[in-house]
């Protein structure tokens, strides 16, 4: 492997041009195809084979209608106002039936009357709930039960008040409109005849501009739902201070401008050819925002330190063996180039895993991630080297050459940190699993589920929408669930449907249960249910189980099978289907980063640290960030006033994402210890020595990664800031815990037995020389016979 990355080094360094031009065109085609396909991300995310998916997909084919995406206005009067005057309602009609007049809403009369049922005026609001909350990131729209009623058919007891009720306008209801008793408010809630991923632009933007049209000079403020914005790759101008960082960090490293230029190039090379890529193949698939979001957070990253690993290897062989430019860069790849190539594997490994779980949009994330993480070390190997080529001499000044032409190279404070470890290293053991162990213990307490907006900031208008329809409505109108009844033979009779209504108002949790139609064959009816608690509660989840049981007396009477879907019902499954699947997920990336390891550094037993070191960081990752998130610890800092349930896919993605990086900083620092042992040194004089060499590169890749995620913690996406925290905590913990403490102190306290393998063992593995030893030896050897033909030459002429 050294030998090939040092000819292709060479090569791209000898002829910079041509290398060059071969990735400019690769960004032109890139750039093309953006061009003829444009962009198109979906806020989708759907989990095949769920149960709440499994229901969407039976009402697909069988009632198309119910199962459209759906979405919601609420209207808001000034304070101390209501919305209930003759000309407030005339506007809130009037906006009302310009959204039912745009193509591709469904009007919920019209819903019924394609079911072949005959509804109230109450009930015929409730059709308009069919189906539609399956749509990520809905939170006024979320109150599917516009017009529901009570399990008895009735809005309320005569001797209790409800807290809403229909629209009413000349003695009859506003179809899928509700307003609060006290006429502060107002929902509309309707549907769309298809998801809103297949939605044609501009649709969504009619709608909002029906409804603001409509209300103004009225002194009503409407708020559209989320699921009537425009879905947007949620990147902005805060990365740009994370890149910055980054840069200051190089220059440090470096000690030259034009060096800590070069990673920064080749990073935003890689990310935009990696992103931009799957930007132009959108059309063809299905790709959420956060797709290329990931791809830019790990591309930056390795990017950058992928770069900073060779070029830092390049300038300390000019350095040390006062080689030329152009040898060292072509060593510098083939050597360090070894570690980046084994190093990206492990990332990319890590992020494959995800494929095994079968989670559709997950794997999407997975496989364009690993293709921007194999463009980074691609990069480093080719378009790194060919700018070399470029820089010539200039990569080291004359005064740098001068300044450390006879100096001692031994870092003063990382050779005094390394040695304290290794003498304490009992003691540094014993606190590094302390102090983890305590960051680790607010994971046992993790809750997982998509964030709504119950737990959005304050002063954003998802969070004034979700607490308006709790005071107005209740809680539960923010989660409601969509029933689906299906008969297990026959049909279901009209007062079949009125008893299963009646015998679903039964359950505890329940506030509202209203039948909403029926397929044409009468073998499918749909209900809508509005539960007493919010959409993240444990309550919720305990009565969807309830519902889907086969066994309950409901199924047994009517003869039918009960389904619950809608975006709770989706939510739930999705977290409970990661939460089975994060085991499976751990096994595939521990093993095959094992055999990887195991092949690298030809040992059992650095194999087997590195993975128990990351378990330890990885739990105090996942303790921290619920802490701050979920508990709401010192949240403020980090732009959060409101605690909330993690992203129900945090553990499995930020799992792979860090072990990947984690095995990086394991391979670079431990093949420096290895590299060491293999050329002398032994015992704690190989760890001290190996992590002089390596540890300053290795602090500044980790600082520069941590920086990196953390510019993205700054964005207003509470999924971008948590996995954003997530990575930069994790890198934060992993680098300087356990890589720079507690990596060093296990290996002085094995010695020369770290490097133990079975000579069965060692004869079957491959020998890939990572540390460059065979290119070295034969480097040597090449110089050794140059020089004995030049001193033939000169006594020849001597003589």
Avoid at 321 to 341: I, K, P
Avoid at 348 to 359: R, S
Avoid at 487 to 497: R, Y
Avoid at 748 to 759: I, M, N, S, V, Y
């Amino acid at each position: 492997m050294s030998k090939l990355l040092y000819r292709l080094g060479k090569s791209a360094y000898n002829r910079p041009w041509a290398f060059i031009v071969s990735w400019l065109l690769v960004i032109g085609v890139v750039v093309a195809m953006l061009g003829v396909n444009g962009m198109n991300v979906s806020s989708e995310m759907k989990i095949d084979g769920t149960e709440s998916q499994k229901v969407l997909d039976m009402l697909e084919q069988e009632l198309p209608e119910a199962s459209g995406g759906q979405a919601s206005v609420l209207f808001t009067a000034p304070e101390g106002e209501r919305l209930d005057s003759p000309e407030r309602i005339s506007a809130i009609t009037e906006a009302v039936n310009k959204v039912y007049e745009l193509e591709y809403i469904i009007n919920p009369a019209e819903l019924a009357a394609a079911a072949g049922v005959s509804l109230s005026g109450d009930a015929a609001q409730g059709a308009g709930a069919a189906g539609g909350a399956a749509q990520a990131g809905q939170g006024a729209d979320a109150a599917a039960a516009a017009g529901a009623q009570g399990a008895d058919g009735t809005a309320g007891t005569p001797m209790e008040l409800p807290p809403y009720m229909p629209l009413m306008v000349d003695g009859m209801p506003v179809p899928g409109v509700l307003i609060a008793t006290d006429g502060s408010i107002a929902l509309f809630q309707f549907q769309f005849t298809v998801q809103q991923n297949s939605l044609p632009a501009g649709v969504t933007d009619s709608v909002v501009e029906a409804v603001t049209e409509s209300m103004e000079g009225s002194g009503v403020t409407p708020l559209p739902s989320d699921s009537l914005k425009a879905v947007e790759v949620p990147i902005g101008i805060n990365e740009v201070f994370g890149l910055i960082l980054a840069a200051i960090v190089l220059v440090m490293t470096l000690g030259s401008l034009v060096a800590a230029g070069l990673p920064i190039i080749t990073a935003l090379f890689g990310v935009g050819i990696g992103v931009g890529g799957a930007f132009a193949f959108s059309s063809f698939v299905t790709m959420t925002s956060f797709t290329p979001v990931l791809a830019l957070m790990i591309g930056l990253a390795v990017g950058i330190d992928y770069a900073l690993f060779i070029v830092n290897r390049q300038r300390r062989l000019i350095f040390d063996q006062g080689l030329t430019a152009r040898e060292a860069a072509a060593r510098a790849v083939g050597t360090a180039g070894s570690a980046v190539f084994f190093a990206g594997l492990t990332v990319i490994i890590a992020l494959c895993g995800l494929l095994v779980i079968g989670i559709s949009f997950l794997s999407m994330m997975a496989i364009v991630a690993s293709v921007t993480v194999f463009l980074s070390v691609l990069i480093a190997l080719t378009l790194l080297p060919a700018l070399l080529g470029l820089v010539g001499e200039r990569i080291c000044s004359k005064k740098a050459r001068e300044k450390n032409s006879s100096s001692n190279h031994s870092h003063k404070v990382s050779n005094g940190w390394v040695k304290g470890v290794v003498k304490f290293r009992w003691l540094v053991i014993v606190a590094v699993i302390v102090i983890l162990g305590a960051a680790a213990i607010p994971a046992a307490k993790m809750e997982l589920g998509i964030p709504s907006g119950a737990s959005a900031n304050l002063d954003t208008p998802a969070r004034q929408s979700y607490d308006a329809i709790s005071a107005g409505f209740g809680e539960g109108f923010n989660g409601p669930l969509l029933i689906v009844a299906e008969a297990k033979s026959g049909t279901i009779a009209p007062e079949a449907l009125g008893g299963i209504a009646q015998e679903i108002g039964q359950y505890d949790n329940v506030s509202v249960v209203t039948p909403v139609g029926m397929n044409k064959d009468g073998s499918i009816a749909i209900l809508s249910l509005i539960p007493h608690t919010g959409p993240t509660d444990s309550e919720t989840k305990d009565l969807v189980q309830e519902l889907r049981a086969s066994d309950s007396p409901i199924a047994e009477t009517y003869n039918v099978e009960l389904g619950v879907t809608g975006f709770t019902a989706i939510n739930i499954d999705m977290s409970s289907r990661l939460a089975e699947v994060f085991p499976t997920y751990i096994g595939v990336i521990v093993v095959l980063s094992l055999i990887i390891l195991l092949l690298v550094f030809r040992s059992i037993l650095v194999p087997i640290k590195a993975t128990a070191g990351f378990l330890l960081s990885i739990l105090a990752t996942f303790g921290i960030t619920t802490a701050i998130f979920q508990w709401g610890w010192s949240s403020e800092l980090f732009g959060v006033d409101t605690g909330g349930p993690l992203m129900s896919f945090i553990p499995i993605l930020v799992t792979g994402i860090l072990y990947g990086l984690a095995m990086d900083y394991q391979v670079f620092l431990v093949s420096s210890m290895r590299e060491s042992y293999v050329h002398g040194q032994r015992g704690r004089d190989s760890v001290i020595q190996g992590y002089n060499h390596a540890s300053r590169v290795v602090v500044a890749a980790a600082v520069i990664m941590v920086a990196v995620f953390a510019g993205f913690v700054l964005t207003h996406d509470i999924m971008i800031k948590q996995i954003g925290f997530a990575l930069a905590i994790g890198i934060l913990i992993d680098a300087f815990f356990v890589r720079m403490a507690l990596v060093p102190a296990i290996m002085a306290l094995f010695g020369d037995k770290a490097w133990w393998l079975p000579k069965w063992l060692d004869r079957m593995l491959p020998n890939l020389d990572v540390e460059g030893d065979k290119l070295i030896a034969e480097l040597h050897a090449a110089e050794g016979k140059d020089t004995g033909k030049v001193v033939k030459v000169a006594a020849k002429t001597k003589a």
